[in-house]
């Protein structure tokens, strides 16, 4: 079973990569050619919301799935497609002003129209946001796999071993 720590950041993140799916959905569906980059955003955003909203699910129930190194391994994954994601699309729209008429004509991703300049920058916004939450995650699942190991044996290192003091009874000797 995850910590409930863990499962708010799992919601939070699941809820950005929704409204990121929404958002790139809206780019591919107006547009007239194919953009590599949008199609690459689809793919981070779906990837992550399949991998960590319902492998977490599942490891909340089934307690074989819970591995700390296949957590880490995921959200490293996640991590890593999400900031490729929002850095792409943010080159590729180079971040100018939407009432631009000459950048809104020259740019492949917006194709002339406000309204997809306004949907790509706020999807490269809550793209940055989930590739955070992510880094977050790989943080704490390196953090629980220094506590317990990489499949959930305890290696020691996050806990202290307690020394048996000499010379000090216990309570049942008194």
């Excluded at 900031?83 to 020259?106: D, M, P, W």
């Excluded at 706020?122 to 943080?139: G, P, Q, R, W």
């Amino acid at each position: 079973m995850l910590s409930a720590a863990d499962n708010l950041i799992r919601i939070v993140s699941a809820v950005f990569l929704i409204i990121s799916i929404g958002l790139i959905g809206g780019l591919m569906g107006t547009q007239t050619n194919g953009s590599s980059r949008v199609n690459f955003c689809m793919f981070a955003a779906a990837y992550g919301l399949i991998t960590d909203s319902f492998y977490g699910f599942l490891a909340n129930f089934w307690s074989s799935l819970t591995y700390p190194a296949i957590l880490l391994v995921l959200d490293f994954l996640n991590f890593l497609f999400t900031f490729a994601a929002a850095t792409a699309l943010a080159v590729g729209i180079r971040c100018h002003s939407c009432k631009n008429k000459t950048y809104l004509e020259q740019n492949n991703i917006t194709q002339g129209s406000s309204s997809r300049c306004h949907q790509s920058q706020a999807a490269v916004a809550f793209f940055y946001f989930s590739c955070f939450l992510f880094l977050i995650k790989v943080t704490v699942s390196v953090a629980g796999m220094m506590q317990n190991g990489g499949f959930g044996f305890n290696t020691g290192y996050g806990r202290r071993r307690a020394r048996r003091q000499m010379g000090v009874p216990t309570i049942s000797q008194v």
